[in-house]
């Protein structure tokens, strides 16, 4: 069609396209030729290799050679100690006294569930999932002057801790977030943004399975059964009279846990957010569907 | 229900002020070159405005089938499965553990044992040491007594007279090993012959006779007619 001719679609795709410059300019295919070893009349006599020294007498040094004194990459034995570190994942710390800081300074919300999201809503933390970063873990300092009630959700938690918790007539869930959904969770408007669905959240790997399926933990996977019989237990170990959640005004909110799949309190994975126009898209799909519920 | 109140306290950037709030609709050129998650980025600033299609923005139906095929093997087992490796490893880091103790408390058992070995044997090389000390020092005095004067044992007389002494305590100990086992011999045939006699009868006489049982050959005693 001579109106939409080849020149003037490519002038209306520059038109719109990005700006042209180094970053996104390639010569074509076939343009760049390698450089090769000189064999003919003036690539001949030293053949690109220099004149005299070990360049041309091919005698290279080899790879992290540092002329005769032991290399970095052989001066340290095997360490034991950082085996499989690779693997291991590591937590922020967030002390107790810090938590009731927080709270009483009304940095964080304890009306609502606190988990992940709600305490990188406070601006205090930095988790970095892409460096092997799982997100809280709870430590002991000021422990006995912690006296709010909350509903908590952390990667990480000791007995004494739960107890504290506990004591005050609250809930600790400890929880695993895969990396995906860690990041999801941190900066979620950040992701919304991204324009793509809320994934499911996965399940964590062989060496934590035990951790997170022990009641005594209070661990996400665990039978709810076995969790409340842990918490009497803990009770009478730590010598304090639980506190009846029935009888709590926030009891919905205490009682409030998610799914295992689940990233956000209230939201599905699968689901798409906008926050432009304040509006939730869900899949019609039944495979999608089906592929989100699993 | 929606809930986004718990988000309400998140902190947005300056950044995310920064945009047009009416975005140009892309051609069909730049929904061509442009890629998937850049699209869903535009539609995640703009939302409907930015005139892509919502449904763009879940898995096609072939990253979909990458995506669980992705999963199937990096998360192979359910929660079940995962559980009971667990306690199969630990099932089996116990029994082992379990089996190291037994072996132990045998071998505790048997420890004494083989501590009375060690020490028998170490009598044992004592003993034969000093055995073999007395008897040279017994040979040594024997010489000694027979040259009657005071000589030095490592003078060449002495120890010619020693070798000749020990020589004929050999020859004495063979005669003597000698004569023990031609008396064992002699005992040995003694019973044998005795052994011997009542079956040589016998034999002589018929084969499977036996004298206690079978009644008397009737031809040897009697005389028929």
Known sequence: MSSSSGTEKALSLLRRLPRVSLGNLRPNPGAHKGKTRGRGIYGGKTHGAGSKGSGQRQNFMPLGYETGNTPFYLRFPCQNYYKGHHLKLSYAPLCMGKLQKMIDTNRLRCDVPVDVTQLMATGLFIIRPEEKEGGFMLENEGIDHFKATLNLEVQWADEAIIAAVERNGGFITVAYYDPISLRAAIKPMKFFQRGVPIPRRMLPPQHLIDYYSDPKNRGYLADPAEVAKERFILAQKYGYVLPNVNASPNKEMLLERKDPRQVFFGLEPGWVINLKDKVILKPKDPELKEYYAS | ?225
């Not at chain 2, 007279?161 to 100990?173: D, F, H, I, V, Y």
């Open chain 2, 1 to 225: 229900m929606l809930s986004l109140q718990h988000l309400t306290h998140l902190r947005m950037s300056v950044w995310d002020t920064c945009f047009a709030s009416e975005p140009q609709l892309l051609t069909d050129d730049e929904e061509q070159v442009l890629s998937l998650s850049s699209q869903r980025k535009l539609y995640g600033e703009y939302g409907a405005a930015s005139g892509i299609s919502i449904s763009k923005l879940w898995p096609s139906k072939e990253e979909l089938r990458l995506n669980k095929e992705w999963e199937s093997i990096a998360y192979p087992h359910s929660i079940h499965q995962m559980i009971e490796l667990e306690r199969k490893k630990k099932q089996e880091e116990e029994l082992r553990l379990k089996e190291r103790q037994e072996d132990l408390v045998n071998k505790m058992a048997k420890l004494e044992g083989w501590k009375k070995v060690v020490r028998d044997r170490i009598a044992k090389k004592e003993k034969e040491a000093q055995d073999a000390k007395a008897k040279k020092e017994r040979l040594i005095e024997e010489v000694r007594q027979i040259f009657g004067f005071r000589i030095d044992p490592r003078d060449d007389r002495f120890k010619d007279a020693l070798l000749q002494k020990e020589r004929e305590e050999k020859k004495a100990s063979k005669a003597a090993k000698k004569l023990a086992r031609q008396q064992r011999m002699i005992e040995r045939l003694k019973t044998q012959v005795v052994e011997e006699s009542p079956v040589e009868k016998a034999s002589a006489s018929g084969s499977g006779y036996d004298e206690k049982n079978d009644p008397p050959n009737t031809l040897s005693g009697s005389s028929v007619v």
